[in-house]
């Protein structure tokens, strides 16, 4: 049965999407991926994988990060979502954001915005974590090209300017 | 006069010599000569649909880099030439578009 | 940490220094428009339907309810593609049979992989598109699946493509699964075998491997109705795209105009044609534009992984350890279609040694799997996990240390590469030399706990990379700014290396030099992104384009001098008339006084550059740690040495570095295709195509090598590919260091490393 023989009814949703009430109509089959980048149009968020796997979709939801791909367009109602667009301060970077530009933690720049919003993540609950912290933290975060070692040393980076 | 290495395909034309020494200022005129010293073998390096251009998935290596130039590529005297099958699977290829240059090793 | 060997009198600016690069700002910002972020007015949605069978005839495609859909606004099938006849023609990515290119982006009448398109629709959204491909009725009748070696090779093999003909060793061969058989051979390796101290032959076998860019392939197309088509993809190859596009759907070149997109990755998996021109049908027939975005699951069954297949290695050494002989049997499964890199496998496999007689066959095989794709240094890591497996046990047989070994016999140059060509100047044993001084190599292995097993391991790489043609158009703004427009989209910060070259010519900073990648209407012809030619050849389009602007600059402050061209010096951005010193203008000042001289100032740099300058070698030395109890590697410690002639920017150089060595770890570890005896894969998602993850890996020391490249004007060389070469022998050798015994088979997983404990402990060897 095709979707135009049982029309489906989009559902508001409010929420707060980077520090701004938002309001948009989402389809119940919907992740909140797709209402980001389709509805909203938001497109720093990525799609990788679209199954939880490659963590280049990561945002914040009520302060937790998540694969948005696996949250419903619908579950936010009501909750706070923070994306890359909402990172920066007007004109500015955020400190993870210089740090992994002065590191050369990027090649082809995918997976970054979905990495920055996991190690925002990080450094607000733990201040300084150690190497190993990092990596097992960004391990839901896939990256082809650098290999880690620069996006590492660029969160601890911004983690001894902070 | 310059080295030609011959590879396996091609001895058939040459009884199974390995290598020649041939005159030519340019591979063309390389080939030229190699194709009046074993009739047939020029049908087998030259693009049959445009005579500057190497038969499609053949690479000419010129004193150790490939060529970009052809047939047209000029050649010294003591210049050294293999005929190899151009490397494909895409990293280092082109030769997509007519007058182009040839595949890179 | 660089260390450089013969030091180039060259002094540089901005060459060797590490700026922020260009477009960074806007991929931290989640600004930059990768393929899948396109919005048009209009935009509607593509979807394609693919075989579920790897090897069936298709005796019925109806698309009409389908397309009949509310919301859907076009369907297609192979019926709708243009007929291509059979003919051999030249593709940017192969040699290929033009029917089969046309078929291997919609099938027509049999599919040969699973994944292969068989229809596509195009609807007001994503979820409509998605719903109408469950309208489309295919009837198909499947086959038997060939997928392996063996299968495809034997006397009465099931036939893939009635209409291959075989190239085996100059024969045509038709039937055949086996597309082409090469060989190389100098000297007598037989003779030599017979005389040698001691001989080791050994066969490996290797697991197909994918590419694994984090973003999916995404095309979209709008079909003008004057007939011209724009294509906005993510794709290494602009120009590859817009002339294949042009040849499969028979449109003239120039009216196919392709926009490259920003890319989530390639690593040669992005240069063929995938969507774009089942995206340009749907349009045509819609009117609209169409943009299609793979799955996850599609880019792992349809696109191309790096082949696998199976390498027999065989050296010969004489009493003192020195190489006598080498042969090799290489064969590669292409996929559906030919093309597996066999040639850069026979250029590759002992490319690091000097071998005075030499042997090397290779085959080419078709399997009903997705046709393969190139893979960073397509087809020599594969062989090289052959080569450089085999050297380590045989130095162990012999009672000589690796890194020795790799001295005494080091190509150098001078050397033949096995399959002909002699090396100018490279970088072989200056990696070596690089690895056997670093601190890793001095370092202890140390104890482990836990009764863990700890072994290291070294293997050496090369790829030779390419040059070919690149254009580049640099403007000078009344600010001496100036801007570059250039047409390699930037896979790994190329935008900011290709500046830098510019920047060092004009003695400016490099964000005074701004680069732009365009698309293929608005720059002269570049080949792809690939190669590691970017840097290396566009670099010298730049480098060209800038000094044809300084020598118009020059012309331009002789008038305002009243002196002749002649007169005028260039040298640490400033303009100086030699015979009047005191006349002196810094770039910046004299790019305001264009305007009355006779206009904006404004040159394009062509190349066609040559070769590569012997390519780009790297020795890689790695410590594990192995759990006898699980059969789980850690990787302790991994540095990597490699050539990079002069590092422009030596970040980016690093960062190759450490990727690769990464990508070569997972291929070593735990990357394959399990594939389901009818040619299925099993595990085609990233939780079981288990990519390394940052908690997988250490920190990869990067030692970067300088041996300047003699045809560069800086002594830049190709550096993107070479790093993915040593890692999977380099890991092999650490596993049999540690647990003493060998595997000859990737991936080296938890599964077979228990097998391999098992076996030793019943007295057999692995082979």
Known sequence: MTQQETPVRKVPVACTLNGQETEFLAAPYQSLLEALREVVGLTGTKEGCNDGNCGACTVSLDGRIVDSCLVLAAEVDGKSVDTIEGMAPPHGLHPLQQAFLEEAALQCGICTPGFLVAARALLEREPHPDEHRIRLWLAGNLCRCTGYDKIVRAVQSAADKT | MATVFLSIPLRRYTSGESSAEVPGATLRALVRNLNERYPGIAESLVNPEDADRLMPGLAAIVDGEPTNMGLLTPLDADSEVHFIPAISGGAAVSNSEPGGGERCA | ?767
Request: aromatic share 6%; charged share 20%; net charge negative.
């Open chain 3, 1 to 767: 940490m660089t260390t450089t060997a013969d030091r180039p009198a060259q002094e540089f600016k901005v060459v060797g220094s590490r700026p922020i690069r260009h477009d960074g700002v806007d991929k931290v910002l989640g600004r930059a428009q990768y393929g899948a972020d396109l919005k048009l007015p209009g935009l509607i949605h593509g979807a394609v339907l693919r075989s579920p069978y790897a090897h069936a005839v298709i005796k019925k495609v109806d698309v009409s309810r389908a397309e009949a859909a509310p919301g859907v606004f076009a369907a297609i099938s192979g019926d709708d593609m243009p007929v291509t006849a059979p003919k051999m023609v030249d593709m940017v990515e192969e040699v290929t049979n033009l029917k089969w290119s046309s078929q291997r982006v919609m099938a027509h009448g049999k599919a040969v992989y699973r994944g292969h398109p068989v229809a596509a629709v195009a609807a007001v959204d994503q979820n409509t598109a998605l719903e109408a491909l469950k309208l489309i009725e295919v009837e198909y009748e499947p086959l038997q699946a060939v997928i392996s070696l063996e299968d495809a090779m034997k006397p009465d093999a099931v036939i893939i493509h009635d209409d291959l003909v075989g190239d085996h060793l100059g024969e045509k061969v038709s039937p055949t699964n086996v597309a082409e058989h090469t060989r190389t051979e100098f000297g007598d390796p037989e003779a030599a075998f017979a005389e040698a101290a001691h001989v080791l032959e050994r066969t490996y076998t290797i697991a197909r491997a994918h590419q694994g860019y984090i973003e999916p392939h995404s095309s979209t197309a709008f079909w003008s109705p004057d007939d011209k088509l724009t294509v906005w993809t993510t794709t290494q190859a602009p120009f590859g795209v817009r002339s294949n596009v042009a040849t499969v759907l028979k449109l003239p070149l120039s009216d196919v105009r392709v926009v490259p997109m920003e890319i989530g990755g390639g690593f040669g998996g992005k240069i063929g044609l995938y969507m774009e021109p089942l995206a340009a049908m749907l349009s045509r027939k819609s009117g609209r534009p169409v943009k299609m975005t793979m799955d996850r699951k599609s880019v792992f069954d349809a696109t191309g992984p790096g082949p696998g297949g199976q390498v027999t290695a065989k050296i010969g050494v004489d009493k003192d350890g020195k190489i006598v002989a080498a042969t090799a049997d290489i064969r590669y499964m292409a996929g559906a279609y030919p093309g597996s890199s066999i040639s850069a496998a026979t250029a590759g496999i002992f490319a690091c040694y000097k071998v005075p007689n030499v042997r090397i066959d290779a085959y080419d095989v078709v399997i009903n799997m997705s046709k393969t794709a190139a893979y960073r240094a397509p087809g020599t890591p594969q062989a090289t996990f052959a080569s450089e497996s085999l050297i380590s046990e045989l130095c162990e047989q012999i009672g000589m240390d690796p890194m020795e070994f790799h001295l005494l016999n080091a190509a150098e140059e001078g050397t033949r590469r096995p399959d002909g060509p002699v090396f100018p100047r490279i970088g072989n044993v200056a990696c070596m030399e690089a690895i056997k001084g670093s601190d890793h190599f001095k370092s202890d292995l140390g104890e482990s706990s836990d009764g863990k097993l700890r072994g290291r391991g070294l293997a050496t790489g090369y790829w030779n990379g390419g040059g070919n043609r690149s254009s580049v158009t640099i403007s000078v703004n009344d600010d001496g700014v100036v801007s570059l427009v250039e047409g390699n989209p930037d896979i790994g910060g190329t935008r900011t290396t290709i500046a830098m070259q510019a920047a060092e010519v004009f003695g400016l900073p490099a964000h005074d030099v701004h680069p732009t990648v365009v698309d293929t209407d608005s720059v002269g012809y570049n080949d792809l992104t690939a190669g590691s030619r970017t840097t290396y050849a566009s670099g010298q389009a730049a480098i060209e384009a800038a000094k044809q602007v300084v020598e118009e600059i020059k012309k331009r402050m002789a008038m305002i001098w009243e002196t002749e061209p002649e007169n005028v010096e260039f040298e640490d951005s400033v303009f100086q008339n030699k015979v009047a010193p005191d006349q002196r203008l810094t770039f910046k000042e004299a790019a305001g006084k264009l305007g009355q001289t006779g206009g904006p100032v404004s040159k394009t740099g062509t190349v066609n550059v040559r070769g590569s300058g012997g390519g780009s070698f790297a020795a890689h030395l790695v410590d594990v740690e192995v759990d006898p109890e699980t059969g789980k590697v850690q990787i302790l410690r991994y540095t990597a040495a490699q050539d990079a002639g002069k590092a422009v920017h030596p970040s980016y150089v690093e960062g190759q570095f450490q990727g690769g060595a990464a990508q070569g770890i997972g291929w070593a570890l735990n990357e394959e295709y399990y594939t389901s005896p009818d040619g299925v894969m099993q595990n085609s998602s990233f939780l079981d195509y288990r990519m390394p993850t940052a908690l997988d890996l250490p920190m990869i020391d990067a030692i970067v090598v300088e041996v300047p490249n003699t045809n560069h004007p800086f002594g830049v060389r190709g550096i993107g590919e070479t790093s993915i070469v040593p890692p999977a022998p380099a890991v092999g050798n650490a596993i049999a260091d540690a647990i003493g015994t060998r595997l000859y088979q990737t991936p080296m997983n938890p599964s077979r490393i228990m097998e391999a404990l098992a076996n030793k402990r019943n007295g057999q060897n692995g082979h």
